[in-house]
Nanobody, 114 residues
């Protein structure tokens, strides 16, 4: 079982920046992927960005050029969010994908509002 400690998030004005961090309790052997997903009220959970153990990244079209995902080490993943907009408001979840198994953090609220 993998658990996570998420930090960051909060309230920011449009155009502002926030940084999310996530640290896993353990890592599996072999290749795995870590990333961030988000879920807005009344919406399905959607991919934001992912990064593999070989540091290949993948971004949702809606955040390309604004968000940057990075890994400090094997256990931690960060998400720098720039030029935030109201439609970025959501609960952001840290994720680890090991083959077909998915592990989720508890969620961190990001609210973009003036």
């Amino acid at each position: 079982q993998v658990t996570f400690v998420q930090s960051g998030g909060g309230l920011v004005q449009p155009g502002g920046s926030l940084r999310l961090s996530c640290r896993a309790s353990t890592i599996p052997n072999g290749e795995f992927e870590m990333g961030w997903y988000r879920q807005a009220p009344g919406q399905q959970r959607e991919l934001v960005a992912t990064v593999t153990t070989s540091r290949q990244t993948n971004y949702a079209d809606s955040v390309k050029g604004r968000f940057i995902i990075s890994r400090d080490n094997s256990l931690s993943v960060n998400l720098l969010m720039n030029n935030l907009q109201p439609n970025d408001t959501a609960l952001y979840y840290c994720n680890m994908q090991v083959g077909s198994r998915a592990f989720w953090g508890q969620g961190t609220q990001v609210t973009v509002s003036s």
